[in-house]
Nanobody
Framework: QVQLTESGGGLVQPGGSLKLSCVVS????????MEWHRQAPGKQRELVAG???????NYADFVAGRFTVSRDNEKNTVFLQMNNLKPEDTAVYYC?????????????????WGQGVQVTVSS
């Protein structure tokens, strides 16, 4: 059973910063892509940022240099550093990861989501 556990959300004033973390657990063999998505009330879930196992990153246009995604492969953890936060960044942020779990050669694929963490930007 693979689990993704996010942390680091909360309430912050406009212009402030938060750092989200997501730990992937459960007899993980390897993790390929790791991503952050978000969903604001009444809107569809959207991709915020992603990072490959080798560290290649991609960002949504609205990030505009404010967010940085990174990962620690030894700790099966992905991070999202968010700076200069705006009220429109308010949303539930979800971690997503895909890879393989189990013991080689008995491996299975996983494609899993975390439960989400609330980020609220308000004065």
């Amino acid at each position: 059973q693979v689990q993704l556990t996010e942390s680091g959300g909360g309430l912050v004033q406009p212009g402030g910063s938060l750092k989200l973390s997501c730990v992937v657990s459960g007899n993980i063999f390897n993790i390929n892509g790791m991503e952050w998505h978000r969903q604001a009330p009444g809107k569809q879930r959207e991709l915020v940022a992603g990072i490959t196992r080798k560290g290649r990153t991609n960002y949504a246009d609205f990030v505009a240099g404010r967010f940085t995604v990174s990962r620690d492969n030894e700790k099966n953890t992905v991070f999202l550093q968010m700076n200069n936060l705006k009220p429109e960044d308010t949303a539930v942020y979800y971690c997503h990861a895909e890879g393989n779990y189990g013991t080689n050669p008995w491996l299975a694929e996983f494609d899993s989501w975390g439960q989400g963490v609330q980020v609220t930007v308000s004065s």
